[in-house]
């Protein structure tokens, strides 16, 4: 299938590891130029150089941190000077740490709120200007399973994506008409260090190793296995596509089954 993704432009935050990365290199394998950012230089640079090897795609890397409005400014002016414009956005941070009411602070609440929150609708701002414009758009957020089913010890996830997903909900509506498609990806359990590092806190908290408490995630899940990156950046390039033209306003969960909700 031809995703119609050839000389666009797309832009992928946080893309130097995880699902990032993995959506990164699928846009590329399927002909699309990258801006990717992430806030350490060496690893940006790194992701880009390896992606543009194994894709021979056009890749800019920009150190950037999503969560500082300043950073996002010059993160979409870097690629539209590069490029020329943004085409595709997929918004993506670093997840906020796990955690409880009783011990999580005012000021974790507020840094986890520009990460999570802020992110998604600074990137968005930057971008939608030039897309309108052109009458041509996507931009899909990837957020997380916890905001169709939330997941015990991760409140700020819950709480933020689930705001990500409001946001969102409500931009699809205002510019359907302009071109642009609004979504959301929502992964579950996937291999990556996300996830790794939040089995080895939980495990620790349990007294048992990583692994089991990886054991006790995959029997939650009818696949019986963890995700793997390619298999979430599959949808993801799907969604952001010229195939996916009538598809706004949607969240989608790659998830092997895990959420037990009807929609």
């Avoid at 130097?16 to 806030?39: M, Y």
Wanted: charged share 20%; net charge negative.
């Amino acid at each position: 299938m031809d995703l119609g993704l050839h000389n666009k432009i797309a832009l992928v935050a946080a893309a130097s590891t995880g699902l990032g990365r993995a959506v990164a290199e699928e846009l590329a394998a399927e002909g699309a130029s990258l801006v990717i950012c992430a806030r350490g230089t060496k690893a940006v640079t790194e992701t880009a150089a390896a992606i543009a090897d194994k894709t021979a795609a056009h890749v800019l890397a920009v150190t950037a941190d999503v969560s500082v409005p300043d950073d996002v400014k010059r993160l979409v002016d870097s690629g539209i000077t590069r490029f020329g414009r943004i085409d595709i956005l997929v918004t993506n941070a670093g997840g906020p740490p796990a955690g409880t009411f009783e011990n999580i602070t005012q000021e974790e609440w507020e840094a986890a709120t520009r990460l999570t929150l802020y992110s998604a609708i600074n990137l968005s701002r930057q971008v939608l200007p030039g897309m309108k414009e052109r009458g041509w758009g996507r931009i899909l957020n990837i957020t997380s399973i916890a905001v169709k089913q939330p997941v015990d010890g991760l409140l700020l996830s819950n709480s933020l994506r689930a705001a990500v997903t409001g946001f969102a909900r409500t931009l699809a509506n205002e510019v359907a008409s302009d071109g642009i498609t609004v979504n959301n990806i929502l992964p579950g359990y996937t291999r990556t260090e996300r996830v790794e590092e939040l089995a080895r806190m939980m495990a620790e908290k349990q007294g048992i190793t990583a692994e089991e408490f990886k054991a006790k995630w995959e029997s939650e899940i009818p696949m019986k296995r963890l995700g793997e990156p390619h298999e979430f950046a599959a949808l993801a390039a799907f969604l952001v596509s010229e195939r996916a033209s009538y598809i706004t306003g949607t969240s989608m969960q790659v998830d092997g089954g895990w959420i037990r909700s009807l929609l």
